[in-house]
């Protein structure tokens, strides 16, 4: 059987904008957050062309519909 160790905490999906204009989304820590991320942090490209608007609402979606993130590691 294996075994495994899973780590949940609380992110909000933030915007941002690369020095272009371009948007994506980052996971924001909102407390204590995975140890696998140590010092970092987990960023998502979004399709070309994506408006900040859209980047916004989609954002705005996953932030009401995301509760947690988890990370599952399988131990030996």
Same mark, same amino acid.
């Given at each position: 059987?294996?075994?495994?160790?899973?780590?949940?905490?609380?992110?909000? $999906?933030?915007?941002? *904008?690369?020095?272009?204009?371009?948007?994506?989304?980052?996971?924001?820590?909102?407390?204590?957050?995975?140890?696998?991320?140590?010092?970092?942090?987990?960023?998502?490209?979004?399709?070309?062309? !994506?408006?900040?608007?859209? #980047? *916004? #609402?989609? #954002?705005? !979606?996953?932030?009401?519909?995301?509760?947690?993130? !988890?990370?599952?590691? $399988?131990?030996?």
């Amino acid at each position: 059987m294996t075994q495994s160790k899973t780590e949940r905490a609380n992110y909000v $999906f933030g915007v941002k *904008e690369y020095g272009d204009g371009t948007p994506w989304i980052m996971l924001e820590s909102s407390g204590k957050g995975l140890e696998v991320l140590g010092n970092g942090f987990v960023g998502f490209e979004l399709r070309e062309g !994506t408006s900040l608007r859209d #980047a *916004e #609402a989609l #954002a705005d !979606t996953l932030r009401r519909n995301v509760t947690t993130i !988890t990370y599952t590691s $399988f131990l030996p």
